[in-house]
């Protein structure tokens, strides 16, 4: 079984709830795989440290 794409992302301006979850659907729907998107702000303290280890820019 294929894993979803976990997707951290910083805006250069705030974004609505609305706008977060249609892009997250535009990206499943582009790239036909499950999408976890996540703002910096909305990373959990407790695994904050882990995903910012494994975090790889791509843009």
Known sequence: KRSDVDILIKFKRAKSLLEVVGLELELKKKIRREVDLL???AIS???KKRILKEEVAII
């Open 39 to 41: 703002t910096y702000g």
């Open 45 to 47: 303290p407790y695994l």
